[in-house]
T-cell receptor, first 110, second 114 residues
Protein backbone atom coordinates (compact mmCIF):
# COMPACT_ATOMS: atom_id res chain seq x y z
CA UNK A 1 0.00 0.00 0.00
CA UNK A 2 1.17 3.53 -0.76
CA UNK A 3 2.25 5.61 2.21
CA UNK A 4 -0.12 8.43 3.18
CA UNK A 5 0.75 11.66 4.97
CA UNK A 6 -1.71 13.70 7.04
CA UNK A 7 -1.34 16.73 9.31
CA UNK A 8 -1.28 15.63 12.95
CA UNK A 9 -4.05 17.94 14.09
CA UNK A 10 -6.68 20.41 12.90
CA UNK A 11 -9.36 22.57 14.48
CA UNK A 12 -12.76 23.46 13.04
CA UNK A 13 -15.61 25.63 14.26
CA UNK A 14 -18.92 23.90 14.85
CA UNK A 15 -21.22 24.26 11.85
CA UNK A 16 -18.42 25.02 9.43
CA UNK A 17 -16.96 22.67 6.87
CA UNK A 18 -13.98 20.59 7.95
CA UNK A 19 -11.49 19.91 5.16
CA UNK A 20 -8.99 17.19 5.98
CA UNK A 21 -6.10 16.74 3.53
CA UNK A 22 -4.19 13.59 2.72
CA UNK A 23 -1.10 13.18 0.57
CA UNK A 24 -0.57 9.88 -1.26
CA UNK A 25 1.93 10.83 -3.92
CA UNK A 26 3.09 7.24 -4.56
CA UNK A 27 -0.37 5.79 -5.01
CA UNK A 28 -0.65 3.22 -7.78
CA UNK A 29 -3.40 2.93 -10.33
CA UNK A 30 -5.19 0.08 -8.59
CA UNK A 31 -5.16 1.58 -5.10
CA UNK A 32 -8.27 3.14 -3.67
CA UNK A 33 -8.31 5.93 -1.10
CA UNK A 34 -10.24 5.01 2.05
CA UNK A 35 -11.12 7.22 4.99
CA UNK A 36 -11.90 6.05 8.51
CA UNK A 37 -12.43 7.81 11.79
CA UNK A 38 -11.88 6.76 15.37
CA UNK A 39 -13.83 8.32 18.20
CA UNK A 40 -12.26 8.06 21.65
CA UNK A 41 -10.92 4.53 22.05
CA UNK A 42 -13.49 2.80 19.87
CA UNK A 43 -12.56 0.81 16.78
CA UNK A 44 -12.20 2.90 13.61
CA UNK A 45 -15.28 3.30 11.45
CA UNK A 46 -15.48 3.53 7.68
CA UNK A 47 -16.46 6.90 6.19
CA UNK A 48 -15.97 6.88 2.44
CA UNK A 49 -13.69 5.69 -0.35
CA UNK A 50 -12.87 6.47 -3.97
CA UNK A 51 -10.58 5.62 -6.86
CA UNK A 52 -10.42 8.73 -9.03
CA UNK A 53 -13.84 10.31 -9.08
CA UNK A 54 -15.19 12.51 -6.34
CA UNK A 55 -17.56 10.71 -4.03
CA UNK A 56 -20.29 11.78 -1.62
CA UNK A 57 -22.35 9.90 0.92
CA UNK A 58 -24.47 10.82 3.91
CA UNK A 59 -21.41 11.36 6.07
CA UNK A 60 -18.90 13.19 3.91
CA UNK A 61 -17.49 14.08 0.51
CA UNK A 62 -14.19 12.91 -0.91
CA UNK A 63 -12.30 15.02 -3.43
CA UNK A 64 -9.42 13.30 -5.23
CA UNK A 65 -7.06 15.38 -7.37
CA UNK A 66 -6.80 14.56 -11.02
CA UNK A 67 -3.27 13.16 -10.62
CA UNK A 68 -4.53 11.15 -7.59
CA UNK A 69 -1.58 12.27 -5.49
CA UNK A 70 -3.75 13.84 -2.83
CA UNK A 71 -7.30 13.91 -1.55
CA UNK A 72 -9.49 15.89 0.82
CA UNK A 73 -12.21 14.62 3.09
CA UNK A 74 -14.95 17.19 3.61
CA UNK A 75 -17.37 17.15 6.52
CA UNK A 76 -19.82 19.80 5.31
CA UNK A 77 -21.26 20.92 8.66
CA UNK A 78 -19.01 19.74 11.47
CA UNK A 79 -20.56 18.99 14.84
CA UNK A 80 -18.94 18.40 18.21
CA UNK A 81 -19.50 14.68 17.67
CA UNK A 82 -17.18 14.79 14.66
CA UNK A 83 -14.23 15.32 17.00
CA UNK A 84 -12.12 12.24 16.28
CA UNK A 85 -8.96 10.93 14.68
CA UNK A 86 -9.33 10.63 10.90
CA UNK A 87 -7.26 8.14 8.92
CA UNK A 88 -6.59 8.13 5.21
CA UNK A 89 -5.23 4.90 3.71
CA UNK A 90 -4.41 3.71 0.22
CA UNK A 91 -5.65 0.20 -0.35
CA UNK A 92 -4.99 -2.27 -3.12
CA UNK A 93 -8.22 -4.21 -3.04
CA UNK A 94 -6.52 -7.23 -4.60
CA UNK A 95 -3.93 -7.41 -1.84
CA UNK A 96 -4.30 -8.29 1.79
CA UNK A 97 -2.14 -5.82 3.65
CA UNK A 98 -3.89 -2.75 5.08
CA UNK A 99 -1.68 -0.29 6.95
CA UNK A 100 -2.59 2.94 8.74
CA UNK A 101 -0.60 6.06 9.57
CA UNK A 102 -1.08 8.26 12.62
CA UNK A 103 -4.06 10.15 11.19
CA UNK A 104 -5.33 13.67 11.85
CA UNK A 105 -6.91 14.60 15.16
CA UNK A 106 -9.83 16.88 14.32
CA UNK A 107 -11.18 18.99 17.15
CA UNK A 108 -14.52 20.67 16.52
CA UNK A 109 -14.95 23.69 18.77
CA UNK A 110 -18.19 25.42 19.80
CA UNK B 1 -19.51 -4.25 16.19
CA UNK B 2 -21.94 -6.37 14.30
CA UNK B 3 -20.33 -9.49 12.87
CA UNK B 4 -17.05 -9.26 14.77
CA UNK B 5 -16.27 -9.82 18.41
CA UNK B 6 -13.05 -9.78 20.39
CA UNK B 7 -12.29 -11.57 23.62
CA UNK B 8 -11.27 -10.85 26.25
CA UNK B 9 -12.07 -7.15 26.21
CA UNK B 10 -9.75 -6.48 29.13
CA UNK B 11 -6.86 -8.48 30.50
CA UNK B 12 -4.15 -7.87 33.07
CA UNK B 13 -1.25 -10.28 33.10
CA UNK B 14 2.31 -10.55 34.32
CA UNK B 15 5.52 -10.38 32.34
CA UNK B 16 6.52 -13.74 30.92
CA UNK B 17 3.06 -15.29 30.81
CA UNK B 18 1.42 -16.38 27.56
CA UNK B 19 -1.63 -14.52 26.35
CA UNK B 20 -4.10 -15.32 23.58
CA UNK B 21 -6.60 -12.87 22.15
CA UNK B 22 -9.45 -14.14 20.03
CA UNK B 23 -11.22 -12.52 17.12
CA UNK B 24 -14.45 -14.10 15.93
CA UNK B 25 -16.45 -13.12 12.83
CA UNK B 26 -19.81 -14.20 11.48
CA UNK B 27 -19.40 -12.52 8.06
CA UNK B 28 -17.40 -15.26 6.33
CA UNK B 29 -14.88 -12.62 5.24
CA UNK B 30 -11.58 -13.75 3.77
CA UNK B 31 -9.28 -11.20 5.37
CA UNK B 32 -8.69 -10.76 9.08
CA UNK B 33 -6.26 -8.41 10.80
CA UNK B 34 -4.68 -7.70 14.14
CA UNK B 35 -3.55 -4.15 14.96
CA UNK B 36 -2.16 -2.59 18.09
CA UNK B 37 -2.67 1.00 19.16
CA UNK B 38 -0.58 2.80 21.73
CA UNK B 39 -1.54 6.12 23.35
CA UNK B 40 -1.31 9.01 20.92
CA UNK B 41 -0.47 6.78 18.00
CA UNK B 42 -2.24 5.29 15.06
CA UNK B 43 -2.89 1.66 14.28
CA UNK B 44 0.06 -0.59 13.55
CA UNK B 45 -0.47 -3.86 11.74
CA UNK B 46 0.80 -6.94 13.60
CA UNK B 47 -0.33 -9.84 11.40
CA UNK B 48 -3.05 -10.52 8.92
CA UNK B 49 -4.69 -13.54 7.35
CA UNK B 50 -5.95 -14.03 3.82
CA UNK B 51 -7.54 -17.43 4.39
CA UNK B 52 -7.55 -20.50 6.59
CA UNK B 53 -3.97 -21.30 7.56
CA UNK B 54 -2.75 -18.38 5.39
CA UNK B 55 -1.14 -15.59 7.39
CA UNK B 56 1.50 -12.94 6.87
CA UNK B 57 3.48 -10.49 8.96
CA UNK B 58 2.70 -6.84 9.35
CA UNK B 59 4.78 -3.91 10.55
CA UNK B 60 5.28 -4.98 14.17
CA UNK B 61 5.12 -8.78 14.22
CA UNK B 62 8.05 -9.53 16.56
CA UNK B 63 6.85 -11.20 19.76
CA UNK B 64 3.50 -12.18 18.27
CA UNK B 65 2.16 -15.24 16.50
CA UNK B 66 -1.22 -15.90 14.92
CA UNK B 67 -3.30 -18.83 13.85
CA UNK B 68 -6.39 -19.26 11.74
CA UNK B 69 -7.68 -22.82 11.72
CA UNK B 70 -11.17 -21.86 10.56
CA UNK B 71 -12.63 -18.93 8.66
CA UNK B 72 -14.38 -17.38 11.62
CA UNK B 73 -11.55 -17.29 14.16
CA UNK B 74 -8.21 -15.47 14.15
CA UNK B 75 -6.08 -15.87 17.26
CA UNK B 76 -3.26 -13.58 18.36
CA UNK B 77 -0.75 -15.08 20.79
CA UNK B 78 1.91 -13.43 22.87
CA UNK B 79 4.14 -16.38 23.80
CA UNK B 80 5.81 -14.51 26.66
CA UNK B 81 4.22 -11.13 27.34
CA UNK B 82 6.41 -8.09 27.97
CA UNK B 83 5.53 -4.66 29.33
CA UNK B 84 6.12 -3.17 25.86
CA UNK B 85 3.15 -5.20 24.64
CA UNK B 86 0.78 -3.29 26.90
CA UNK B 87 -1.59 -1.83 24.35
CA UNK B 88 -5.07 -1.86 22.89
CA UNK B 89 -5.46 -4.56 20.27
CA UNK B 90 -7.98 -4.25 17.47
CA UNK B 91 -9.13 -6.98 15.17
CA UNK B 92 -10.61 -6.17 11.77
CA UNK B 93 -12.26 -8.07 8.96
CA UNK B 94 -12.50 -7.29 5.28
CA UNK B 95 -14.40 -8.82 2.42
CA UNK B 96 -13.64 -8.76 -1.26
CA UNK B 97 -15.37 -7.65 -4.40
CA UNK B 98 -16.86 -4.38 -5.52
CA UNK B 99 -17.96 -2.35 -2.52
CA UNK B 100 -16.87 -5.05 -0.08
CA UNK B 101 -13.36 -3.95 0.77
CA UNK B 102 -14.33 -1.99 3.83
CA UNK B 103 -12.53 -2.82 7.06
CA UNK B 104 -14.84 -3.50 9.98
CA UNK B 105 -13.21 -3.28 13.39
CA UNK B 106 -13.92 -4.96 16.65
CA UNK B 107 -14.35 -3.06 19.90
CA UNK B 108 -10.75 -3.68 20.99
CA UNK B 109 -8.98 -5.68 23.67
CA UNK B 110 -7.08 -3.72 26.31
CA UNK B 111 -4.04 -5.66 27.52
CA UNK B 112 -1.93 -4.61 30.49
CA UNK B 113 1.34 -6.45 31.14
CA UNK B 114 2.74 -5.79 34.61
Amino acid sequence: DAKTTQPPSMDCAEGRAANLPCNHSTISGNEYVYWYRQIHSQGPQYIIHGLKNNETNEMASLIITEDRKSSTLILPHATLRDTAVYYCIALNTNAGKSTFGDGTTLTVKP
Amino acid sequence: DAGITQSPRHKVTETGTPVTLRCHQTENHRYMYWYRQDPGHGLRLIHYSYGVKDTDKGEVSDGYSVSRSKTEDFLLTLESATSSQTSVYFCAIRGQGAGANVLTFGAGSRLTVL
